[in-house]
């Protein structure tokens, strides 16, 4: 038995869909872990209308949760909207969030969710799909490195925001 294949059986046990108005409660519990490991916390309010805007056919903001089939518990999330940019005449997608517990990390859930948005930015026209990372988080860019390229930009905030 190979190291690859025990991943590979859980792997198969991973089904990633749009987040749905029945997957509050499950996504809610998500927001609050991701909240710790980002080691913030946000009003309530931010979730309500997070998860309404998710829901809103008018608004360009999407979640994608990611369960474990056998259990039925959601292990993951990846939430992204597109956007016009000055350096492409499509829009392009940028992956907001991407969260995966403790338990289910190195077996093949951020991977599924990533492809997820790849797909929907396929499906939307607007393939050039970004996110940013904390430089520390190097189990992370170990999978990202894998799917996607590492630029050279550094990220800058307006103070206070």
Same mark, same amino acid.
Do not use: C
């Given at each position: 038995?190979?190291?690859?294949? =025990?991943?590979?059986?859980?792997?198969? @046990?991973?089904?990633?869909?749009?987040?749905?108005?029945?997957?509050?409660? *499950? +996504?809610?519990?998500? +927001?609050?872990?991701?909240?710790?490991?980002?080691?913030?916390?946000?009003? =309530?309010?931010? /979730?309500?209308?997070?998860?309404? @805007?998710?829901?809103?056919?008018?608004?360009?903001?999407?979640?994608?949760? /990611?369960?474990?089939?056998?259990?039925?518990? *959601?292990?993951?999330?990846?939430?992204?909207?597109?956007?016009?940019?000055? +350096?492409?005449?499509?829009?392009?997608?940028?992956?907001?969030?991407?969260?995966?517990?403790?338990? /289910?990390?190195?077996?093949?859930?951020? @991977?599924?969710?990533?492809?997820?948005?790849?797909?929907?930015?396929?499906?939307?026209?607007?393939? /050039?799909?970004?996110?940013?990372?904390?430089?520390?988080?190097?189990?992370?860019?170990?999978?990202?490195?894998?799917? *996607?390229?590492?630029?050279?930009?550094?990220?800058?905030? @307006?103070?206070?925001?």
């Amino acid at each position: 038995m190979s190291n690859e294949e =025990p991943e590979k059986m859980v792997n198969d @046990r991973i089904v990633v869909k749009a987040i749905e108005p029945k997957d509050e409660e *499950a +996504w809610n519990k998500l +927001w609050k872990e991701y909240q710790g490991f980002q080691k913030t916390v946000m009003p =309530p309010e931010v /979730a309500t209308t997070t998860f309404a @805007r998710f829901i809103d056919p008018t608004v360009k903001l999407w979640g994608a949760l /990611a369960f474990d089939t056998e259990t039925g518990d *959601a292990i993951g999330f990846a939430h992204y909207l597109n956007h016009l940019t000055s +350096w492409h005449v499509e829009e392009v997608v940028y992956m907001n969030d991407l969260y995966v517990t403790e338990r /289910a990390r190195v077996k093949g859930v951020g @991977r599924k969710l990533i492809e997820f948005v790849y797909s929907r930015a396929d499906e939307l026209g607007t393939p /050039a799909v970004y996110w940013v990372t904390d430089h520390y988080n190097h189990r992370a860019q170990l999978l990202y490195t894998k799917v *996607a390229y590492k630029t050279d930009k550094v990220l800058y905030k @307006r103070n206070g925001y």
